[in-house]
C-alpha cells in the first residue's frame, strides 16, 4: 500500500534561513512524488513534483525538493525563507505501477516563518 | 482566473438533509478527483473520472455519497442523509490526460457543516 510520512508536525524558521520540510514515501512500485500548499481557507497550490530524470526538482515561489530513492524521501528546501511562505505544505505520492491516478498525501506540516 | 471552481464554497446543513456540490474543471482537464479533508489532516480520495466515466472509488465513499460527470464536464457530489462525521471540506481536482505525471490543481473546496 502507497503512504506518506510527514514527521514534523510544524516547522519553524527564521525569516533569511534556509528551510526543510521532510517528506518519506512507500510505494511498490516506481513513485511520482508531489509538493503542494495550502494557505487558510484556499484550495491546494501545486508547487512542484518529481516524475524521473534529476533528482533535484525545482518549482514555484523559490522552492525546490531533492528526490532520494535509496532513502525514499523527498524533501522540500527554500534557500531564503520569506514571512509569506508561512502556510500549511502536503507532500503527496502515486505509485507509477499503480492504474488509479489517485494521489496519497501525507498528514501535512505547518511551516511558521519569523520576522 | 480559470482554474478550478467549486460551489458552494460553504455548506451548513442539518443531519439528515441531502446536500450536493458542484465542481467546474479547468476547461481542457478530462481527469476530475473529489478528495474529503478534514482538520489537521491531508486530503483523502474519494473517487475520480476520465470524462465521463467513474474510474475508481474509494471505499471511504459510502452508498450516500454519489457522485456524477455526466457529460464529462462539470461534477456533482452528493451526499444523502448527512451525517454529523460529513463534515469536512470537500475538494475537487483535475488535470490532464495523456502523461500520468500530470499533477492535479485544487479548487477552494467546500466546507460542510452537519449540525
Same mark, same amino acid.
Given at each position: 500500500?502507497?503512504?506518506?510520512?510527514?514527521?514534523?508536525?510544524?516547522?519553524?524558521?527564521?525569516?533569511?534561513?534556509?528551510l526543510?520540510?521532510?517528506?518519506?514515501?512507500?510505494?511498490?512500485?516506481?513513485?511520482?512524488?508531489?509538493?503542494?500548499?495550502?494557505?487558510?481557507?484556499?484550495?491546494?497550490?501545486?508547487?512542484?513534483?518529481?516524475?524521473?530524470?534529476?533528482?533535484?526538482?525545482?518549482?514555484?515561489?523559490?522552492?525546490?525538493?531533492?528526490?532520494?530513492?535509496?532513502?525514499?524521501s523527498?524533501?522540500?528546501?527554500?534557500?531564503?525563507?520569506?514571512?509569506?511562505?508561512?502556510?500549511?505544505?502536503f507532500?503527496?505520492?502515486?505509485?507509477?505501477?499503480?492504474?488509479?491516478?489517485?494521489?496519497?498525501?501525507?498528514?501535512?506540516?505547518?511551516?511558521?516563518?519569523?520576522? | 482566473d480559470?482554474?478550478v471552481?467549486?460551489?458552494?464554497?460553504?455548506? =451548513?446543513?442539518?443531519?439528515?438533509?441531502n446536500?450536493?456540490?458542484?465542481?467546474d474543471? =479547468?476547461?481542457?482537464?478530462?481527469?476530475?478527483?473529489?478528495?474529503?479533508?478534514?482538520?489537521?489532516?491531508?486530503?483523502?480520495?474519494?473517487?475520480?473520472?476520465?470524462?465521463?466515466a467513474?474510474?475508481?472509488?474509494?471505499?471511504?465513499?459510502?452508498?450516500?455519497?454519489?457522485?456524477?460527470?455526466?457529460?464529462?464536464?462539470?461534477?456533482?457530489?452528493?451526499?444523502?442523509?448527512?451525517?454529523?462525521?460529513d463534515?469536512?471540506?470537500?475538494?475537487?481536482?483535475?488535470?490532464?490526460?495523456?502523461?500520468?505525471?500530470?499533477?492535479?490543481?485544487?479548487?477552494?473546496?467546500?466546507?460542510?457543516?452537519?449540525?
Amino acid at each position: 500500500a502507497q503512504s506518506v510520512a510527514q514527521p514534523e508536525d510544524q516547522v519553524n524558521v527564521a525569516e533569511g534561513n534556509p528551510l526543510t520540510v521532510k517528506c518519506t514515501y512507500s510505494v511498490s512500485g516506481n513513485p511520482y512524488l508531489f509538493w503542494y500548499v495550502q494557505y487558510p481557507n484556499r484550495g491546494l497550490q501545486f508547487l512542484l513534483k518529481y516524475i524521473t530524470g534529476d533528482n533535484l526538482v525545482k518549482g514555484s515561489y523559490g522552492f525546490e525538493a531533492e528526490f532520494n530513492k535509496s532513502q525514499t524521501s523527498f524533501h522540500l528546501k527554500k534557500p531564503s525563507a520569506l514571512v509569506s511562505d508561512s502556510a500549511l505544505y502536503f507532500c503527496a505520492v502515486r505509485d507509477y505501477e499503480d492504474s488509479s491516478y489517485k494521489l496519497i498525501f501525507g498528514s501535512g506540516t505547518r511551516l511558521l516563518v519569523r520576522p | 482566473d480559470t482554474g478550478v471552481s467549486q460551489d458552494p464554497r460553504h455548506k =451548513i446543513t442539518k443531519r439528515g438533509q441531502n446536500v450536493t456540490f458542484r465542481c467546474d474543471p =479547468i476547461s481542457e482537464h478530462n481527469r476530475l478527483y473529489w478528495y474529503r479533508q478534514t482538520l489537521g489532516q491531508g486530503p483523502e480520495f474519494l473517487t475520480y473520472f476520465q470524462n465521463e466515466a467513474q474510474l475508481e472509488k474509494s471505499r471511504l465513499l459510502s452508498d450516500r455519497f454519489s457522485a456524477e460527470r455526466p457529460k464529462g464536464s462539470f461534477s456533482t457530489l452528493e451526499i444523502q442523509r448527512t451525517e454529523q462525521g460529513d463534515s469536512a471540506m470537500y475538494l475537487c481536482a483535475s488535470s490532464l490526460g495523456g502523461l500520468a505525471g500530470n499533477e492535479q490543481y485544487f479548487g477552494p473546496g467546500t466546507r460542510l457543516t452537519v449540525t
